[in-house]
């Protein structure tokens, strides 16, 4: 399994087989605002990080029909909210990925932890990708993507 990490750190302590620094991956993914302005990214062979996870069907589509986009989910988003808007995130998520799931469209899970005391091992990980209603199988697949994409 594999990480996105903002720091340095042992991979091997936490679980995982390696941690891709942010430093030297964010040249490689794609920031879109929303699932609209990804599909213009669709052709990509690359990661794509969305800053809202509204949902719309046909962008989905589109976008797993091709097979070379696949959508980052920054987990620490989860992490870091608190009370009512976590409860937003993690219904939009939850909605996003049972599209993703339903199309083929293809996602990993990062953590984007800034500092060596707020990594999360692997399981952890998992689970929290559980409350996304995903199975263990599907998030342990996840976590795998990361080496697809950025090797």
Known sequence: MFDIIRCSAEPS???FERFFSFDTIKSRLIEAENLAAATDHKNKRSLILL????????????????KALCFLIDLSRIIRTRGVPRAIMLSKLRNFLRLCVKYGAFYAFASFAEDENKIR??????????????????AKFALKMLKEYLQ
């Open 13 to 15: 302590k936490s679980g």
């Open 51 to 66: 800053r809202d996870y509204a949902i719309d069907d046909g962008a989905i589509k589109i976008i797993a029909e091709k």
């Open 121 to 138: 091992n692997a399981s952890e990980l998992e689970n929290i990708a559980l409350l996304l209603d995903i199975n263990r199988g599907q």
